[in-house]
């Protein structure tokens, strides 16, 4: 896993460039923005619990035939409930990881690679599973700003990466 540093270091080396005004500016960035990602880390490890239950409790509220019997009641069952939060918590964990990293690598490594071919197998409906990834940055967002930090625009990348990444493949 890769943080942001690491990364546009590992770039310059492979290219055998000098860090210029554009890295360097990136990385002053990078260590500006520090706090408000620990900060962002920090709400999201104090609140996870309730950030799942909430997240969870309006992707149902707004898609309640995902909780009927048939074809689309992906979470019918409390197995497919329990496995559909399971699901979530990984997302915004690795969304933290992510965070703090300043830097999505992690969640094409550890969480998207094969991901969408795993539920295709599975039935799992994807177009859920983005609206539940959308609502936890929502969430988060808001958790966040009540940490303290004015600008939560950074807090969208992990999340839209990996709806990004789950709503490119048609279901």
Same mark, same amino acid.
Do not use: W
């Given at each position: 896993?890769?943080?942001? +540093?690491?990364?546009?270091?590992?770039?310059?080396?492979?290219?055998?460039? !000098?860090?210029?005004?554009?890295?360097?500016?990136?990385?002053?960035? *990078? $260590?500006?923005?520090?706090?408000? %990602?620990?900060?962002?880390?920090?709400?999201?490890?104090?609140?996870?619990?309730?950030?799942?239950? =909430?997240?969870?409790? =309006?992707? $149902?509220?707004?898609?309640?035939?995902?909780? =009927?019997?048939?074809?689309?009641?992906?979470? !019918?069952?409390?197995?497919?409930?329990?496995?559909?939060? %399971?699901?979530?918590?990984? *997302?915004?964990?690795?969304?933290? *990881?992510?965070?703090?990293?300043?830097? &999505?690598?992690?969640?094409?490594?550890?969480?998207?690679?094969?991901? %969408?071919? &795993?539920?295709?197998?599975?039935?799992?409906?994807?177009?859920? &599973?983005? %609206?539940?990834? =959308?609502?936890? @940055?929502?969430?988060? @967002?808001?958790?966040?700003?009540?940490?303290?930090?004015?600008?939560?625009?950074?807090?969208?990348?992990? $999340?839209?990466?990996?709806?990004?990444? +789950?709503?490119?493949?048609?279901?």
């Amino acid at each position: 896993m890769r943080d942001a +540093l690491t990364s546009l270091i590992s770039n310059y080396d492979i290219s055998g460039r !000098y860090l210029d005004r554009n890295a360097l500016d990136s990385i002053k960035s *990078y $260590f500006a923005s520090g706090l408000a %990602r620990i900060q962002a880390a920090k709400a999201i490890n104090a609140n996870a619990a309730s950030i799942i239950k =909430q997240a969870g409790s =309006q992707l $149902f509220e707004e898609l309640p035939e995902l909780l =009927q019997p048939g074809n689309n009641g992906n979470a !019918y069952t409390t197995r497919r409930y329990a496995a559909c939060l %399971r699901d979530m918590d990984y *997302y915004l964990r690795y969304a933290s *990881y992510a965070l703090v990293a300043g830097n &999505t690598d992690v969640l094409d490594e550890r969480v998207l690679q094969g991901l %969408r071919e &795993t539920y295709n197998s599975l039935d799992v409906p994807i177009g859920p &599973t983005v %609206r539940g990834i =959308q609502i936890m @940055k929502e969430i988060v @967002k808001a958790q966040v700003a009540d940490a303290g930090v004015a600008d939560t625009s950074f807090v969208d990348a992990p $999340f839209e990466h990996m709806a990004s990444d +789950l709503s490119e493949t048609s279901v």
